[in-house]
Each structure stands twice: as structure tokens, then as C-alpha cells.
């Protein structure tokens, strides 16, 4: 995806973002910020968190921070963050900014956070971002496996992403760059009903199909418990 057609989904993206980003139950925010405090990261000078949508980690990191620089290419995911992320200490930066643009100034960080960037897929990318920062700090979930709808799920294409950590870790050691991690682990749980179950696959199966997969799962329940486990990874290096 093209930078410009990229920017423009994310703006329209927005606002369904930062309504499922308002629903997770996870504690990620939370434990990442203790986790960086145990490990002399926090608090700091100046921190960027790049690619920041709609913010969500702002809340947890702003009070081990002095200056908070928020960098989006997405003018929406910033006017989000504007609109509901109290600020009481003046120390919030919004900063509209793409990837290339980011790289390729002077300027070097004493520490550079990317939660999820979906944009950091090769070495060189990678290590642009090792190079400008003192510390550079990675968050991606790596695993999410769920007993109820994903054997039955069609669509494998997000594991690749889900692998990402798997390659930075692997480019960091070639460069002979030092680097640690920390695994934080979720478990969802939902109760699900069959008339959801053949909605939800409704477009993938024929009824027959969808007949014998009710079957398989619920048995004579009319409902099961959906269980999602949840791996994120974090990386310092």
C-alpha cells in the first residue's frame, strides 16, 4: 500500500479504531509501562511513540515522561488523541509525520517506542530506526490463538504479521545489537451462541457445512465458551 492511499484509509479508519482500541479489556498499556520502569527505561527525558493512532498508550506512559511526542502520518488518528487525551501537564506533542520523513531527518532520539506498525517489514527499515534512537522499544502481538471460530477461519494472511518479532530479532543479532524481550499473555473469554456461529461463517460455508461445524463444537449445548489467548512481545535494543 502506497504511503498516500495508506494515510488515507487510516483517516477514515479512525474514529473504528479508536472505538475497538476504547473496548480491549487487555492491560497491555499498563504492563509495558511497569515493565519499562523495572528496567530503568522510565522515567525519561524526551519519548516518542511513533505511529501512535489513537493514542492508547499515551495515559500509561505520560507520567514517567517529561516531553511526549506523539508522531502520526494520520491527521485523524492526531485529532483523536487531541480530543481525548487529557494533557494536564502541557507535555504532550502532536506531530504529523510519515515514516520517510521521520527516517530520513537528522534528528536522534534518547528513545523511540512503535507498538504495531505495520510498516516496519524489512532489516534496513528496522535498523534506521535502531540507529535514531538511544533506545528503541518494539510492542507486537506475536500470537492470538482462539478455540471456538479460528479452526474454522479461512483467512491465514495476519500471521505473517504476527511473525515480524521472529525477523527483528533475528536482524538485531546479525548486526550484532544487543536486545531483550518480555512475553505479556491475555486470556479472553466470550460465550457464544449457534445463531452467532453460522452468522459469522455464513459467507464461508453452505448451510450443510455450517450444520456439521455446529455439531462439532457445540454438541447439544446451545452455547460454548470462546477462549482467545493473547502473546504480545516486547523488544528493547
Known amino acids: 500500500m502506497e504511503e498516500e492511499e495508506a494515510m488515507l484509509f487510516w483517516d477514515e479508519f479512525a474514529q473504528e479504531y479508536a472505538q475497538i482500541q476504547r473496548e480491549s479489556q487487555l492491560k497491555i498499556a499498563e504492563e509495558a509501562a511497569a515493565f519499562l520502569v523495572e528496567q530503568k527505561v522510565f522515567p525519561i527525558s524526551t519519548f516518542v511513540d511513533f505511529a501512535a493512532g489513537t493514542g492508547r498508550y499515551i495515559s500509561a506512559f505520560y507520567p ?7 508522531i502520526d502520518f494520520s491527521k485523524e488518528m492526531l485529532k ?10 502541557s507535555k504532550l506533542h502532536l506531530v504529523q509525520q510519515s515514516q520517510k520523513d521521520f527516517l530520513s531527518a537528522e534528528q536522534h532520539w ?3 517506542f512503535i507498538a504495531m506498525n505495520p510498516a516496519v517489514r524489512d532489516k ?29 477461519e479461512k483467512n491465514h494472511s ?16 546479525e548486526e550484532a545489537i544487543d536486545w531483550q524481550s518480555r512475553q505479556f499473555e491475555y486470556i479472553l473469554k466470550e460465550e457464544i451462541d449457534q445463531e452467532l456461529f453460522h452468522l459469522y461463517f455464513e459467507e ?18 446451545l452455547t460454548v465458551e470462546s477462549q482467545t489467548k493473547i502473546t ?3 523488544l528493547l535494543a
Open 80 to 89: 483523536i488523541i487531541e480530543e481525548t487525551i487529557e494533557d494536564p501537564m
Open 110 to 112: 534518547p528513545c523511540i
Open 158 to 173: 495476519a500471521k505473517n504479521d504476527l511473525n515480524l518479532n521472529t525477523c527483528y530479532k533475528k536482524w538485531f543479532s
Open 204 to 221: 464461508d460455508y453452505s448451510l450443510e457445512q455450517r450444520q456439521e461445524m455446529v455439531q462439532h463444537v457445540f454438541g447439544e449445548a
Open 124 to 152: 534496513e527499515t528496522l535498523l534506521q530506526f535502531q540507529r535514531k534512537a538511544h533506545q528503541l522499544i518494539i510492542l507486537r502481538m506475536i500470537a492470538e490463538e482462539e478455540n471456538v471460530f479460528q479452526p474454522y
Open 64 to 70: 514517567f515522561v517529561d516531553e511526549y511526542y506523539a
Open 232 to 234: 504480545f512481545e516486547l
